[in-house]
């Protein structure tokens, strides 16, 4: 997809007849360095927020809905799993890149190592998982869902770099070239189709969310 169609999208509002693919990155976490952070729950501006986000969407043919097996994710989809009466299924292949090399990083430094990782995909960043590694580990993921036996519309909650390497793969583009979830508390989505997996939204946050 061009970038003047999805601009133009963004003027007018996401809307296509066809079975989508929706994408969310999970918002606001509750940050403790004594958890392991993939543990780490949606705080109550990040569930007040996926609410939100559960009740705009609740008018779609949604069919299935998927997630990583970090709370984070699981928290978020199991607020929509909640309003939309389905049940989640867990995909550990949908979670971040494996940190359990460093553990939690305090910003600003968390953010340079990041820099790294997607600045250096074929590299292992202080014992990370290699970002080409994870980018296609994720993408398989992404296409297994998408390829879910309902026929409806697909939600997957999962996260802020998960979701940008998945990008970087929809717009043909290297690691770390592609758009990226902008706010900083997360809780941003995009549109895919379903079959074939392409770009229909580019990112915006869970706010601006138009029902089709």
Same mark, same amino acid.
């Given at each position: 997809?061009?970038?003047?169609?999805?601009?133009?999208?963004?003027? !007018?509002?996401?809307?296509?007849?066809?079975?989508?693919?929706?994408?969310?990155?999970?918002?606001?976490?509750?940050?403790?360095?004594?958890?392991?952070?993939?543990?780490?729950?949606?705080?109550?501006?990040?569930?007040?927020?996926?609410?939100?986000?559960?009740?705009?969407?609740?008018?779609?043919?949604?069919?299935?809905?998927?997630?990583?097996?970090?709370?984070?994710?699981?928290?978020?989809?199991?607020?929509?799993?909640?309003?939309?009466?389905?049940?989640?299924?867990?995909?550990?292949?949908?979670?971040?890149?494996?940190?359990?090399?460093?553990?939690?990083?305090?910003?600003?430094?968390?953010?340079?190592?990041?820099?790294?990782?997607?600045?250096?995909?074929?590299?292992?960043?202080?014992?990370?998982?290699?970002?080409?590694?994870?980018?296609?580990?994720?993408?398989?993921?992404?296409?297994?869902?998408?390829?879910?036996?309902?026929?409806?519309?697909?939600?997957?909650?999962?996260?802020?770099?998960?979701?940008? !390497?998945?990008?970087?793969?929809?717009?043909?583009?290297?690691?770390?070239?592609?758009?990226?979830?902008?706010?900083?508390?997360?809780?941003?989505?995009?549109?895919?189709?379903?079959?074939?997996?392409?770009?229909?939204?580019?990112?915006?946050?869970?706010?601006?969310?138009?029902?089709?």
């Amino acid at each position: 997809m061009t970038g003047s169609v999805i601009d133009e999208t963004r003027k !007018l509002g996401y809307v296509s007849p066809m079975p989508s693919l929706i994408f969310v990155t999970h918002p606001e976490v509750v940050i403790d360095p004594q958890v392991p952070v993939p543990d780490w729950p949606l705080s109550g501006v990040g569930r007040a927020r996926m609410e939100n986000f559960a009740q705009a969407v609740a008018g779609r043919n949604i069919s299935a809905i998927y997630a990583s097996a970090e709370r984070k994710a699981r928290d978020g989809a199991e607020i929509l799993a909640s309003r939309l009466g389905l049940p989640i299924v867990v995909d550990p292949d949908l979670g971040e890149n494996d940190r359990s090399a460093t553990g939690y990083i305090a910003p600003p430094e968390f953010w340079e190592v990041v820099a790294e990782f997607f600045g250096r995909p074929h590299e292992s960043i202080r014992g990370w998982e290699r970002a080409v590694d994870a980018q296609t580990r994720i993408v398989k993921a992404v296409h297994r869902a998408a390829a879910d036996e309902t026929s409806g519309d697909i939600v997957i909650v999962s996260h802020g770099g998960v979701g940008s !390497l998945l990008t970087d793969h929809l717009q043909k583009l290297e690691i770390g070239k592609g758009s990226r979830p902008s706010h900083p508390g997360g809780g941003c989505f995009l549109v895919t189709s379903r079959n074939p997996l392409a770009l229909q939204q580019d990112w915006r946050t869970i706010e601006d969310y138009q029902a089709a």
